[in-house]
C-alpha cells in the first residue's frame, strides 16, 4: 500500500476565492467594530503589519506581561486568555460565513489524486509515478486550518478514486475545527512570555495544549506520518507555530531513504522569468527546501541526501483549483 499525507494549510480556502486569511479577518473585525476595548484587537489595528503571521505575533505580544508586577502576572495572563476567547469566538463565525460560500461554488475542485506530482519535472514525476502506480494507494489528509471546506468537496472524487483502487481517508483536523476544539497558539514557551506560568501558558502551546484534551489528535497526527510512503505539504508557510509537525516530518523523512515530500509552495515574486532561469528555479527550490530542513538539526551530508527527496513544485495551477 502507498500512503500518501497530505498537509493542507489556509492556501486550500485562499485558493478557491475565500477571504479566510487573518488579514480578512483583521479587516472585518475592524469594519463591524467587534469588540473594541478587547486589547488584542487594540494592538492589532495600531500594527497590523506585525501581525501577518498571527499565532507567532500573539505569542510575541504576551511580552507585555513581563512588565508587570510579579503579583499582578497569573491574573494577567487569565485576563488575556479571556481576551484571547473573543477573538476565537469571533474568528469560528467569521470562517463559518465564508465556509458556507463553498456549497454555492458552480464548479466545486476534482481531486484526481494525481494533480498532487504532475507538474514536477519529468525525472521526478516519473521517480513517484513508478512508486505509486505499483500499488494500491490509501490517501489521507491532515488540515492545519478550521474549516471543513474538505470534507465539502472531496465526496464528488472519492468515486473517481475508487475506480483507480484510491482510498481517500476523513480529514483530520489536528488544531479542531468551527465546531470544536478550535485551536490557537505557538509550538513551544520559547514563543511565549516567560512570564506565563501553569494553564495559562500550556494552553498557549498548541501541542501541550492538544495532548491535555487525551482525544488522541497528535497520536493520530503521528501515526499518519509514520504510515506514510510520501508526504505533500500544500497551502502553508512552514512557519514556526506549527514546528512540532515539521519536526515529526523531518524525524520520518531520515528514518528511511525511500519516502518522499512534495511541497506545493505559492510565492509571488516567482514568475516566468524565474522558470526560465536554471540557476534562479534552483534557489527558489531550495530556499523551499530550507524552510522544512531548518527543523531536523542536520546539517552538511545529511541535507544534502535530504534535498534530494523533497520535490517543489511553484505556484501550483491543478491541486485543487476548480476546472
Given at each position: 500500500m502507498a500512503n500518501i499525507t497530505f498537509i493542507i494549510g489556509n492556501g486550500l480556502d485562499l485558493s478557491l476565492g475565500l477571504e479566510t486569511s487573518y488579514r480578512d479577518f483583521f479587516e472585518y473585525v475592524k469594519s463591524q467594530n467587534l469588540h473594541p476595548e478587547n486589547r488584542i484587537y487594540k494592538a492589532i489595528q495600531e500594527s497590523p503589519e506585525t501581525w501577518a503571521d498571527f499565532e507567532l505575533a500573539l505569542g510575541q505580544y504576551t511580552h507585555y506581561i513581563d512588565k508587570l508586577p510579579e503579583k499582578d502576572r497569573k491574573k494577567e495572563s487569565m485576563d488575556f486568555h479571556e481576551e484571547l476567547e473573543l477573538l476565537r469566538e469571533d474568528l469560528a463565525e467569521y470562517l463559518d460565513k465564508q465556509e458556507k460560500s463553498v456549497e454555492n461554488m458552480p464548479n466545486k475542485p476534482i481531486f484526481t489524486g494525481t494533480a498532487y506530482f504532475e507538474e514536477l519535472p519529468i525525472g521526478q514525476t516519473n521517480r513517484i509515478q513508478s512508486y505509486v502506480s505499483r500499488l494500491p494507494t490509501n490517501i489521507e489528509f491532515v488540515t492545519l486550518n478550521y474549516t471543513d471546506v474538505l470534507e465539502k468537496i472531496l465526496p464528488d472524487s472519492r468515486a473517481l478514486l475508487a475506480q483507480q483502487s484510491i482510498k481517500v481517508g476523513v480529514p483530520h483536523h489536528i488544531h479542531g475545527n468551527l465546531l470544536e476544539n478550535l485551536t490557537l497558539g505557538v509550538s513551544d514557551e520559547s514563543q511565549l512570555s516567560p512570564s506565563m506560568s501553569g494553564t495559562e501558558k500550556d494552553d498557549l502551546i498548541k501541542p501541550s495544549l492538544i495532548y491535555s484534551m487525551n482525544d488522541g489528535r497528535i497520536e493520530t497526527l503521528r501515526q499518519m506520518i509514520n504510515n506514510s510512503s510520501i508526504i505533500v505539504i500544500f497551502g502553508t508557510s512552514i512557519g514556526e507555530t506549527d514546528k512540532y509537525i515539521w519536526e515529526f516530518i523531518n524525524n520520518w523523512l531520515e528514518a528511511s531513504r525511500d519516502r518522499y515530500i512534495i511541497i506545493h509552495k505559492y510565492d509571488n515574486t516567482y514568475s516566468?522569468?524565474?522558470?526560465?532561469?536554471?540557476?534562479?528555479?534552483?534557489?527558489?527550490?531550495?530556499?523551499?527546501?530550507?524552510?522544512?530542513?531548518?527543523?531536523?538539526?542536520?546539517?552538511?551530508?545529511?541535507?544534502?541526501?535530504?534535498?534530494?527527496?523533497?520535490?517543489?513544485?511553484?505556484?501550483?495551477?491543478?491541486?485543487?483549483?476548480?476546472?
Open positions: 516566468d522569468s524565474m522558470r526560465r532561469s536554471s540557476r534562479r528555479q534552483k534557489q527558489f527550490t531550495s530556499n523551499v527546501q530550507d524552510k522544512i530542513l531548518r527543523y531536523s538539526g542536520l546539517d552538511g551530508d545529511g541535507i544534502a541526501e535530504l534535498k534530494n527527496r523533497i520535490f517543489v513544485i511553484h505556484n501550483t495551477k491543478k491541486l485543487f483549483v476548480a476546472e
